[in-house]
């Protein structure tokens, strides 16, 4: 038997003791199973992939490759990248700068409203203030001075130089309540008169119209509602304006 022989391979490592089954028998013998010592040995399993994909240390197998890190940005692409932040915060900065100034010139606005609109500025108002003075003192000055003078003057004249009655009352219980006769006279500067009964305006309400200076005999009749009765006479002047005048008889 050549040293190729296949052997077997005790678990343990040594052959069984003896009594147990092949021991002591002899490598010449009939038995055609082989000898124990040049048995062959048992195969052990293969090892796991993961474990035989690992190349031993020293060994030439090939290793995996790790891919390269990339390479730093050129100064252009840099550039490129910081300009939109650039432009973001120079948007930014300029929006701020732009709220500022409006609301700087939103309050400048409302404090020039509100100091024009409550103090008058002192320059201008007393120069406007001299014109209005002299056109308003001048006309009361004048109006007054002609007004006064001319009502006077004017005053209408009186033309009735007397209007008498012969009696103040009427005795209506002498009489038995009828009629009492009375005696009216007058003297006037007028042009035309005229006499009237229960009534204040003769030419309005004329009884007969007379001379300007004369006398009337006209009877009372008793039983007035008032107990009383007026007699009137007017007189028209020379310019066309009336005088009156009125007596009034009382019953008794």
């Not at 678990?11 to 089954?21: A, C, K, L, Q, V």
């Not at 009237?196 to 200076?213: C, I």
């Not at 009137?232 to 009156?244: E, K, L, Y």
Request: proline share 15%; hydrophobic share 25%.
């Amino acid at each position: 038997m050549s040293d190729d022989t296949p052997t077997r391979r005790y678990p343990d490592g040594f052959p069984p003791p003896e009594g147990e089954p092949g021991a002591g028998r002899d490598s010449g013998g009939d038995d055609p199973r082989p000898d124990d010592a040049t048995a062959p040995t048992e195969r052990f399993a293969e090892p796991a992939p993961e474990a035989a994909s690992m190349p031993a240390p020293g060994s030439d197998a090939p290793t995996e490759r790790f891919a390269p890190p990339p390479p730093p940005p050129t100064r252009r692409e840099a550039m490129a990248n910081e300009a939109p932040k650039r432009r973001n915060g120079a948007i930014i900065a300029l929006s701020i700068i732009g709220g500022v100034l409006l609301l700087a010139l939103i309050g400048l606005l409302i404090w020039i409203g509100v100091s024009s609109g409550s103090t008058p500025a002192p320059s201008e108002t007393p120069s406007d203030t001299p014109t209005p003075s002299e056109t308003t003192s001048a006309p009361p000055s004048e109006e007054p001075s002609e007004t006064p003078s001319a009502e006077p003057s004017e005053e209408p004249e009186n033309v009735i130089a007397s209007f008498t009655s012969s009696s103040d009352t009427a005795d209506c219980t002498a009489s038995g309540g009828g009629s009492v006769p009375l005696s009216f006279s007058w003297a006037t500067t007028g042009q035309r008169v005229w006499f009237g009964v229960g009534t204040d305006d003769a030419q309005a309400e004329p009884y007969g119209e007379f001379q300007p200076s004369d006398s009337l005999d006209i009877d009372y009749q008793c039983g007035q509602p008032d107990r009383q009765q007026r007699y009137t006479i007017t007189v028209q002047r020379p310019d066309g304006t009336t005088q009156s005048q009125t007596l009034t008889i009382t019953e008794i």
